[in-house]
């Protein structure tokens, strides 16, 4: 629809007009938004170059401490030296001193097709065929010449009694012939205490020896029926006469008085500086044919107490450093010459 020439629309020349001053603000306006807008941008960019340059590490950061576990040394006594190791845990295991005690717990491993390490010279014994047998007295007199004769120097063990004096020293020289196993003893001691006799002859002054007759048959960690150990008592020179004790090895693997006793002769004499003794073992007692170029295990040991009127062992020495009571691979060797 057309308009009519002439007429005047209503509202024509009615549309608000801006003031001057109102203008003014407009533009005022915009430039503030624009001047935000460009510092808007500006805080931006910042922000992108600030992590654009950032290496990773850490302003004014606490570093996290992370505790580590202090190992103790545990010091464990093992006979007269100590031997120091690192402990996983704080408890420390004891370790009980070597006896001559019979019993106790052996080692819980066994041997199985173990091969006896060759013979270590310190520790090997050589038995001397003797062509007259000695006449067992306690005099050594009538021993032959040209045998060798070994010392018992190895501290093994030491009770708490014992005051540190070292006083004992046993020097040993062994033959045989088909029947026996001969012993001759000179032991140097500055004081003489023996109030035991049978199985309790290891708590007074006296000597032993013991003896795997087995070596190369069942060579192992534990004892068995092969093993033996001979306690041999001087006496106390008065009313305690000179005495044997013969221990075996059980089947359960201890020590124990052997069944039926022994056939052993002992003889001693007392001495300026000690005693000496001699024996004879019967091989039927060990459970052994003699021969020429045999071999067995075997340590010699002596006991010493100086505790008067008291049966306590305070020192034992040994032919071998290594000795314990139920641990044959522990002794040295006996070879028959």
Known sequence: ????????????????EESPEASGRN?????????????????????????????????????????????????????PAATTAAATTAATAAVAPTVTLPGGNPPATTASNVTPP?????SNVEAMRLAAAPTIDGNLADWPGGISSYNSVFRVFSHSSWNG?????????LGWDDTN???AVQVTDDTHVQTQIGNQIFRGDSVDLQIDTDRDGDFGPVVNLDDF???LSPGNFSDIPPSA??????????????????TITVAAQKTTTGYTLEATIPWSNLNVTPSTGLVMGLALNVNDNDQVGQAVQEVMKSSVSTRTL????SWGTLTLK
Not at 165 to 173: L, M, V, Y
């Open 245 to 262: 004790f013969r221990f075996q090895g059980t089947a359960d693997e201890r020590i124990l008085d052997a069944p039926g006793g022994n």
């Open 326 to 329: 139920t641990n044959p691979t």
């Open 27 to 79: 533009w005022l306006v915009i430039g503030g938004a624009v001047a935000a807008a460009f510092c808007l941008l500006t805080v931006v960019l910042l922000v992108v170059v600030l992590f654009l340059t950032d290496d990773g590490d850490e302003v004014n950061a606490t570093p996290i401490v992370i505790p580590t576990r202090v190992e103790t040394p545990t010091v464990i006594a093992d006979g």
């Open 118 to 122: 060759p013979v270590n010279v310190s």
């Open 229 to 231: 150990q001979i306690n």
């Open 165 to 173: 004096t070292d006083d004992i020293e046993a020097s040993w020289r």
């Open 1 to 16: 629809m057309s308009r009519t020439p002439g007429y005047q629309d209503p509202w024509e020349g009615l549309e608000p």
């Open 181 to 183: 196993l001969y012993v």
